[in-house]
């Protein structure tokens, strides 16, 4: 016969601590589509551990770890509209404008190359201080249509988002995603019709 396991007993939060956590995500952001899904999956997964500690981290230091699972994670910790500097991971709030609708395309069949691929193929490191001084122009206007376009990668996609009432339209990250911004969701939702026979289409609004 097995003895009995003694009861347990409380067990004290070491500083670096070893629990253990099992974690299931239902996607609902397309993988590898330059939007971002698995950098804030990782910001709510740390997130929601540091929230099951007895003395929970504080924010700079938990910028500091999301830093070093990925550039962009910290980007999904803080609210609002953010700039990211230098390798993305300082951040600054902004202030940008919220009324309009953003309609996202994922072309069917597409495949994103590894972001270090991406980056490793960009050629556009010419005049940065001067694609850099035009973004914080117009981020301090807050005009959308003056932001310089996404120098890393190009979609053909952009371009027919723009003729189709888009009043700024580029590639989202590395890609492949592309977005369109509309002044209305009834003209999103047209623009949207045009698209769908050969893209995932998705219509929403800015969440700051």
């Known amino acids: 016969m097995q003895a009995p396991l003694p009861p347990a007993t409380p067990r004290s939060e070491p500083k670096g601590s070893t629990a253990c956590l099992s974690v299931r995500i239902e996607k609902r952001i397309p993988i590898a589509a330059g939007l971002g899904g698995g950098s804030s999956d990782a910001a709510a997964a740390l997130r929601l551990a540091n929230e099951t500690l007895t003395s929970p981290l504080g924010a700079e230091r938990l910028h ?16 609002g509209a953010q700039l990211g500097i230098a390798d993305g991971s300082e951040l600054e709030p902004v202030e940008l404008p919220a009324d309009y609708v953003v309609l996202l395309l994922l072309p069917e069949g597409a495949s994103k190359a590894s ?52 009043f700024r339209a580029d590639i989202s990250g590395a890609g492949p995603a592309v977005y369109g911004l509309f002044a209305d969701r009834e003209q999103g939702a047209v623009a949207s019709e045009h698209f769908a026979d050969r893209c995932a289409v998705w219509l929403t609004a800015p969440a700051w």
């Open 64 to 79: 500091e770890i999301a830093a070093g699972l990925g550039a962009d994670v910290p980007f999904f910790l803080a609210g």
């Open 115 to 166: 972001t270090a691929d991406v980056y490793a193929a960009f050629t556009g490191e010419r005049g940065f201080e001067e694609r850099r001084a035009e973004l914080v122009s117009a981020l301090e206007a807050r005009d959308l249509t003056a932001l310089p376009p996404n120098d890393l990668a190009s979609s053909p996609l952009a371009r027919e988002l723009r003729d189709a009432g888009a």
